[in-house]
């Protein structure tokens, strides 16, 4: 599969940029095909297994839970574990050997089983206490399409709490199936006392749990990242005895019949992520999102209300429309909270990312998903004005990787005669710009200037355009998920192929873990001959200046009498009673040697394959047989 992923990156080159029709609908074929044949196999196991075993009618819900349990242990062992120890590659190795191992086990299984079992007789027949055939399958499409939507939003929701770290979709996948194993454990110990859960009272439950994210994870509560996950257990714990439950009861020992009453849950499972990405979270955003997720278990709720016990029903709905008010009346979500903050708080929605911009004046900040992204800081400045001034000759083209707040782009365009493109990941980011500038509409209408919307390395992968500067601004925190694909030697291949001769890279790099920072420098160290280290004008975080040739920089007057004078006015818009030469003393005199970064871990690097900022809990929990 990995393989044809790769294949398939190249047919989309040509499909222009990553937020077109043509590139969405490619992508998301060539997805389908690469995983399709694989994907058959693998969902025809449960049907197959129940054919194996013909020992009950309740086949589905004993596989079902080894199979959570199952997910359970692949997400911890490989995001906490495997990945940091053996990498990407050797960790799919590893689960392709086991796939391999599973089938000679199975063959060596046929060979030496004896006769098939026969059948028995069901368990317990009316699991689903009398739900006809259709209201079951009907359920299964509709908790299917909910439950993998609510998880969607949740991991949005959730991610000012829970940060943008890899971890914390793996804690929000572990507490999925924590619950769901639960779940499914205790309707297989209810169905060998004969004493299922009725339908209805778990119709009750869902709708009444459903809403919990919403109530719980309030900002104004300032509660913690154990209560966000703490919030979807109830649900999934319903949804992992209900699921099982529903199966058994059209499938009544049959696999063909259980097969297709899963297909169902599954084609819901397919449709609720893409209704919540493309649909919902772009246009009434996540607290919304998750209440009309939910309002169908309560419409079940109400509609299946006379299965319920009196004492259930009247409890079960007091919540439920309660929770509801609650959610739609009183609380709020975290860019509802970010928003109001000041007057001319904006809050933009897109398929990628939720962007609130707020503040005033020099107070102006650009949050991504309720993460705190960059405010408006001379920093920025410099890393256009900077390696522009360290050419020799006059710069004509600029790239910046990370549009942000359009700070670094902005300044760009102040060196007349410079051809300036930026690339920005998140639709809405690129929106915001004029909410930063007064002088956004004349920096636009500028014809020497491009705002692309498209991931940066595939950019790079795309035009043949050669740059005199590269700058990248990864964003924050440096741990961040996907990062590393920013901070890779193979990213920083691709910058070497795009830097016209005597042309300079940028990498800002805010800093943290020291081994991490020096991760980052021994990555550049050995992509680029040529690599410079200075402390930004402000003290913090590093300027890594990177080239095929010696840069030769010369003295802070040198480096000043370079700008022109409308990028001498910008670099000090913001910095009032300082000089251009000023700044570039500071930043010329906090140079350091980059073996003074990679002394701290010698052999840290950060590749496609080890991304070593992302995966950090072995290392940083010091355990006995931790490797670097």
């Known amino acids: 599969m990995p393989h044809l992923f790769v294949r398939g990156e190249g047919l989309l080159f040509a499909s222009g940029t990553s937020d077109s029709p043509t590139y969405l609908i490619q992508s998301a074929l060539i997805i389908a095909g690469s995983i399709f044949p694989w994907c058959v196999a693998m969902g025809a196991t ?30 911890i062992v490989t995001v906490y574990f495997l990945v940091e120890l053996l990498g990407l590659q050797r960790t ?24 098939a079992p026969a059948a028995v007789a069901a368990v317990a027949p009316s699991v689903a206490d009398g739900l006809s055939p259709t209201v079951c399958r009907t359920l299964l499409f509709t908790t299917g399409l909910s439950s993998m939507g609510m998880e969607v939003v949740w991991a949005r929701l959730f991610t000012p709490v829970l940060s943008t770290f890899v971890y914390a979709f793996a804690q929000l996948l572990f507490a999925y199936l924590v619950a769901t194993a639960a779940g499914s454990w205790l309707y297989r110990r209810h169905l060998r006392r004969g004493r299922p859960i009725s339908s209805g009272t778990l119709l009750a439950g869902l709708a009444a749990a459903s809403f919990l994210p919403i109530l719980l994870n309030d900002p104004r509560y300032n509660l913690n990242y154990r209560v966000a996950l703490t919030s979807i257990m109830l649900f999934c714990g319903f949804l992992g005895y209900l699921t099982p439950l529903l199966v058994d009861a059209v499938g ?18 397919i449709l609720g992520p893409l209704t919540a990405s493309y649909l919902l979270l772009p246009t009434v955003g996540a607290k919304v999102s998750l209440i009309l997720f939910a309002l169908p278990f309560l419409a079940f709720f109400a509609a299946q209300a006379r299965r319920t016990p009196a004492g259930v029903r009247l409890s079960a709905g007091i919540l439920a429309c309660g929770f509801l008010a609650s959610a739609l009346f009183i ?73 942000g707040m359009g700070t670094t782009y902005r300044s760009f365009l102040t060196w007349e005669g410079m051809n300036v493109s930026a690339v920005e990941l998140v639709p809405s980011v690129k929106a915001a710009f004029g909410d930063f500038f007064d002088d956004t509409g004349m920096i636009l209408a500028q ?19 050669r ?86 920089l ?75």
């Not at 049907?47 to 009950?56: C, G, R, S």
């Open 46 to 75: 449960f049907p197959l297994m129940m054919a194996h075993l013909k020992e009950e009618r309740t086949g589905f819900s004993f596989l079902y839970q080894a199979n959570v349990l199952g997910a359970v242990a692949g997400t």
């Open 447 to 465: 014809p020497n200037g491009r705002i692309v919307v498209d991931d940066g390395r595939r950019f790079l992968k795309r035009v043949e355009a």
């Open 467 to 552: 740059y005199n500067i590269i700058t990248v601004d990864p964003p924050p925190p440096v741990e961040s998920s996907g990062s590393s694909l920013l901070y890779s030697m193979e990213f920083y291949a691709l910058v070497r192929r795009r830097l016209a001769p005597g042309g300079v890279f940028l990498q800002w790099f805010p800093g943290g873990e020291a081994r991490i920072t020096a991760s980052v420098a021994r990555s550049l160290a050995e992509s680029f001959p040529h690599v410079r280290t200075f402390r930004s004008m402000h003290g913090w975080g590093y300027h890594f200046l990177a080239s095929e040739n010696p840069v030769l």
């Open 92 to 115: 799919l190795h590893l689960g392709s050997a086991l796939n391999i191992l599973i089938a000679l086990l199975a063959v060596a299984s046929a060979r030496c089983a004896g006769p």
């Open 554 to 628: 010369g003295n802070a007057a040198d480096l000043a009498a370079r700008l022109p004078k409308a990028a001498a006015r910008d670099l000090l818009e913001w910095s009032p009673g300082e000089t251009a030469e000023g700044i570039f003393s500071k930043m010329l005199a906090s140079e350091l040697p980059i073996a003074a970064l990679t002394a701290t871990e010698p052999e840290a690097r950060i590749t496609d394959d080890r991304p070593y900022n992302e995966f950090f809990f072995i290392r940083r929990e010091t355990l006995p047989w931790a490797t670097n």
């Open 252 to 269: 009544q020992g049959e696999p063909a019949r259980a097969g297709r009453a899963y297909a169902l849950n599954v084609v819901g499972s």
């Open 331 to 403: 609380n709020v979500s975290y860019e509802e909270r970010l928003s109001p903050l000041f007057a001319d708080g904006v809050i933009r929605r897109d398929h990628v990312a939720t962007v609130v911009t707020c503040g005033q004046g020099r107070e102006k900040t650009l949050f991504v998903n309720g993460i705190k992204m960059t405010f408006l800081t001379p920093i920025t400045k410099c890393m256009a004005h900077f390696p522009a001034a360290c050419l020799v000759e006059k710069p004509r083209e600029a790239l910046v990787i990370c549009f």
